[in-house]
Nanobody, 125 residues
Framework: QVQLVESGGGLVQGGGSLRLSCAAS????????TAWFRQAPGKEREFVAG????????SYVDSVKGRFTISRDNAKNTVFLQMNSLKPEDTAVYYC??????????????????WGQGTQVTVSS
């Protein structure tokens, strides 16, 4: 098993930046595809970005392409989400997720085995 803990959320003005971190503990982190999802009030949880086990391949939802960057440091068991040019519609709870056998481009929540508790991101207009 792997345990995931997110950090780095907060309140930011539109156009600003935040960097989310997800620290993993437990089994070898490099065994897992990881991803960031988000869930706004009254909406379903949606895929934001995914990254392969080695970090060589990434995937993004169209609405964040060019603004968000996912990366990972397997030596530090951490995955990051750099969020730039934030918009009010990016406001949500952001979750880190890990999968043992799904590829990095899978967007369904059911494909991920482990989840963090979430971190709130609020973007003011």
């Amino acid at each position: 098993q792997v345990q995931l803990v997110e950090s780095g959320g907060g309140l930011v003005q539109g156009g600003g930046s935040l960097r989310l971190s997800c620290a993993a503990s437990g089994r070898t982190f490099s065994r897992y595809t990881t991803a960031w999802f988000r869930q706004a009030p009254g909406k379903e949880r949606e895929f934001v970005a995914g990254i392969s086990k080695s970090g060589s391949f990434t995937s993004y939802v169209d609405s964040v392409k060019g603004r968000f960057t996912i990366s990972r440091d397997n030596a530090k068991n951490t995955v990051f989400l750099q969020m730039n040019s934030l918009k009010p519609e990016d406001t949500a709870v952001y979750y880190c997720a890990a999968a043992e056998s799904s590829p990095w481009y899978r967007t369904e929540t059911s494909q991920y085995d482990y989840w963090g508790q979430g971190t709130q991101v609020t973007v003011s207009s």
